[in-house]
């Protein structure tokens, strides 16, 4: 007598409810990835397809006048003549360097100092915060820029200042021995942002740890010292990777500090405004892709060493906030 095939078994409840587990994860996962797709689209095609043209070009002789199919290919030529052949280029790293380790520190300090202040329940403090912010709103703004420069002229607001106390004036943004300092002046004044953020970090430092150190008798400075900056040197060290990354890429105030020039004899010529002129005025596309392709990478070795000396001198809170 034949055998019938046994019939499977219907599912049971269990496996109903993982099947609709699986499909509520995947409607979940859809809708994820079509709220993520503008962003995702942002990426591919306004930084990495472009970070990725800009790698090939600068292996090019590559004009904006030609079409990118007829730009021959150089090898490390672009590289080669901008570490043997370029003098600007080693002067343009100097002068960034040096801005970058005099305003950033000095930025820095300025925020911190402001946030001291500021960090009281006073009545209309608010209104000190939101002006003591104002410079950062305004930013790398052109408009600032030449505000700027139209006041420290030989016949601007500045001079006409130390005038009032018998203090000759100097061509501040004309001279030599002043436009770099002047420049980094500029920056210095807009330390709002990370204002905002040491005044963030000063609200989570616990009040007893004040009150404990004044009964103990330490003075304002030891609990500065001994409480506020341990206490804030996780936020000291977002904000000095912050500050130094930008410090690095200042263009805009330079630009127009200097009509583009990095004048006075390139005393502000910025690497990134020589950058630029390497690329938008000489026309040199693949010569400016290979320097912004140095400059990433000198960026991204100096991010590493901030990283590698943060564990020596930020403290984090455990989980139990101590």
Known sequence: MPVRPTEPAP???A????????RRRRREDLAGYIFLSPWLLGLMGVTAIPMLISLYLSFTDYSPLIDVMDSQWVGLDNYERMFTADPSYWHAVRVTATFALVAVPLKLAAALGVALLLNKALRGISLFRGLFYLPSLLGGSVALAIVWRSMFNREGAFNSFLALFGIEGQPWVNDPTWALPTLMLLAIWQFGAPMVIFLAGLKQVPSELYEAAAVDGAGAWRRFANITLPMLSPVIFFNLVLE??????????AFVLSNGTGGPVDTT??????????????????????????????????????????????????????
Do not use: C
């Open 11 to 13: 599912p049971g409840p």
């Open 15 to 22: 496996a109903h409810r993982r099947g609709r587990e699986v």
């Open 244 to 253: 130094t990354i930008h410090g690095f890429q200042g263009f805009t105030s």
């Open 269 to 322: 010529l910025m690497y990134t405004l020589h950058l630029y002129n390497a690329g938008f005025v000489e026309l040199n596309m693949g010569y400016a892709s290979a320097m912004a392709w140095v400059f990433l990478v000198v960026i991204g070795l100096i991010t590493v060493l901030l990283f590698s000396t943060g564990r020596f001198w930020v403290h984090y809170s455990d989980s139990e906030g101590k």
